[in-house]
């Protein structure tokens, strides 16, 4: 368990679009905690993503992937938008995300749907549907048809593309075992989700899950084909507790997750590898089409801190408070945008920031 007093480094990433508007908000967050619970941040900003390509010629710079592995944790808002999509591979924001992951060797990502009772309404499900819904995806990271082969060939039916999926089964152990530990630690139900019925990496996964099963006999284990799985997910989404899978699979099932909670904007998430260290950060993206405005919604990142104080340091009171924090403000009726019934009534990213800074308490 870490000392109260002993100061944890943070490297801080805002990223483009929304990123610098909602990781503003999570530094508030964290400057109140260390007044309230004598925490000690030391947070230093570095470069990534576009405005990384736009200032040093590379999405990742070697100084700010030097920062983070000098850091306890990351906090990051963002990276992308259309200034970059046309860029080469390299020179893509997106390539940056990849490489700072797989250089940090952050196979885990941890993507809870926490759904709050006020914002049901938000939600595009009914109410009784949602009951009892609590979930997490737990996406394997550094693997699969994100970082297998990828490239294109002259055929003489034109040009064709080809991207490779491939995993090895100790990357699905590793992630499979992450998934069993944190299965226990809650209703002790995983379900993994895969492709079986056609993937030869899904038939590998299903074998090496079932096989590492036997290690976790207390934790009930089923299987859901991927396609079934995005189904179930809105029929009947409080079946689910700890949902396992591939790159991916994970990144598509998450996001339709995130509108259970009502928004992508309440989806928080953080980055494992083997140690404590942890990067952590929204799920969502840039979001080009309401940057700079002022309206994004904070609260996946500022639950992300939660996440880093829980999984990182072991800060359990404050990750709590901010948690408690969250819920008292929506309680209270306050909405960005994105999870306002009634738009006219919505308020601002630092206007959320601020109130859920206010509400922090010991
Ligand atoms: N981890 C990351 O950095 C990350 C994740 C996803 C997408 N991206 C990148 O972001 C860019 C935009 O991608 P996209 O548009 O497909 O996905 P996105 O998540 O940025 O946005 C999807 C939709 O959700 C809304 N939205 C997202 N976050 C919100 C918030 N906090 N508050 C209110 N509304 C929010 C957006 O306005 C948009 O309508 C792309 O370049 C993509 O590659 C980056
Ligand atoms: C931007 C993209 C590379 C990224 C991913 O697919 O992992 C994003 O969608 C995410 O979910 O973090
Ligand atoms: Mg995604």
Redesign the pocket.
């Known amino acids: 368990m870490s000392e109260v007093n002993e100061v944890k480094k943070i490297a801080v990433i805002a990223?483009?679009?929304?990123?610098p508007e909602?990781v503003a908000e999570a530094e508030k967050v964290l400057k109140r905690t260390e007044e309230l619970f004598g925490h000690k941040f030391e947070t230093e900003h570095a470069l990534f993503?576009?405005i990384a390509i736009d200032e040093r010629g590379t999405p990742l710079p070697d100084d700010t992937l030097a920062i983070c592995k000098a850091s306890d944790a990351v906090l990051?808002?963002?990276?992308?938008?259309?200034k970059?999509?046309n860029n080469s591979k390299e020179l893509?924001?997106?390539t940056g995300?990849l490489g700072i992951r797989k250089a940090l060797g952050l196979f885990s990502n941890i993507r809870p749907a926490v759904i709050f009772d006020c914002l049901k309404e938000a939600s595009t499900l009914k109410p009784e549907v949602l009951e009892g819904t609590d979930l997490i995806v737990v996406r394997e990271l550094t693997g699969g048809i994100y970082f297998g082969e990828k490239f294109r060939r002259e055929t003489e039916n034109g040009q064709e593309a080809v991207d490779t999926c491939v995993y090895n089964v100790s990357e699905i152990e590793r992630i499979a075992r992450q998934a069993f530990e944190i299965a226990l630690t809650r209703s002790k139900k995983l379900t993994s989700v895969d492709k079986a019925n056609v993937l030869e990496t899904s038939r590998l996964w299903r074998e090496t899950v079932i096989r590492i099963s036997a290690d976790y006999p207390d934790v009930e284990l089923d299987h859901v084909l991927v396609d079934n799985c995005a189904m179930q997910l809105l029929r009947r989404p409080s079946s689910f507790d700890v949902i396992v899978t591939e790159n991916m699979f994970g990144d598509i099932l998450s996001?339709e997750a995130a509108m259970l909670t009502g928004?992508?904007?309440m989806l928080s998430s953080a980055s494992l590898g083997e140690g404590s260290f942890g990067l952590y950060?929204?799920?969502?993206?840039?979001?080009?089409?309401?940057a700079g405005q002022g309206?994004?919604?904070?609260?996946?990142?500022i639950l992300s801190v939660a996440l880093m104080f829980r999984l990182t340091f072991g800060y359990h009171e404050a990750a709590a408070s901010i948690e408690r924090a969250v819920k008292n403000v929506l309680d209270a009726g306050h909405r960005?945008?994105?999870?306002a019934v009634d738009k006219s009534s919505a308020i601002g990213?630092t206007a959320m920031g601020d109130l859920i800074v206010a509400a922090m308490s010991k």
């Open positions: 990223g483009d679009g929304i990123g909602v993503g576009g990051l808002g963002a990276v992308g938008g259309p970059w999509d893509r924001p997106e995300l996001d928004s992508i904007g950060e929204p799920v969502h993206g840039s979001a080009p089409d309401i309206i994004s919604n904070p609260i996946a990142t960005t945008g994105d999870i990213t």
